[in-house]
């Protein structure tokens, strides 16, 4: 039974900087996608980033140049340093592993994690507010 949790969510200025984590457990082997999607109120689940076994990534159009994922395959965790945080980008935040699901969501341009994500942790909401 695949789960993730995720950590680091919370209130911040905009221009501020927030850092989420997410662990995975029950997964320590094999080579997949890890990335992070977010969900506004009234709005679609919105693919923001992905990383792949190698470190290759790929961002959403709204957060390149502010957001940086990251991954350590030793600790199954997964990463999301933002920077310049905007009021736009008030969300929960869901980390979230390849596997099957219905729904195909890709995240920027490119070839890079060009696959469906169908483990998914509950959401950890940042809210940038003055």
């Known amino acids: 039974q695949l789960q993730l949790v995720e950590s680091g969510g919370g209130a911040v200025q905009p221009g501020g900087s927030l850092r989420l984590s997410c662990e995975l457990l029950g997964r320590t082997y094999g080579r997949y996608c890890m990335g992070w999607f977010r969900q506004a109120p009234g709005k679609e689940r ?17 957060v390149k140049g502010r957001f940086t994922v990251s991954r350590d395959n030793a600790k199954n965790t997964l990463d999301l340093q933002m920077n310049s945080l905007k009021p736009e980008d008030t969300a929960m935040y ?9 729904d195909y969501l890709p995240i ?19 809210t940038v507010s003055s």
């Open 46 to 62: 919105e693919g923001v980033a992905a990383i792949d076994h190698d470190g290759n990534t790929t961002y959403g159009d709204s």
């Open 94 to 102: 869901y980390c979230a592993a390849e596997g099957p699901h219905r």
């Open 108 to 126: 920027g341009p490119g070839s890079v994690c060009r696959v469906t994500f169908g483990y998914w942790g509950q959401g950890t909401q940042v």
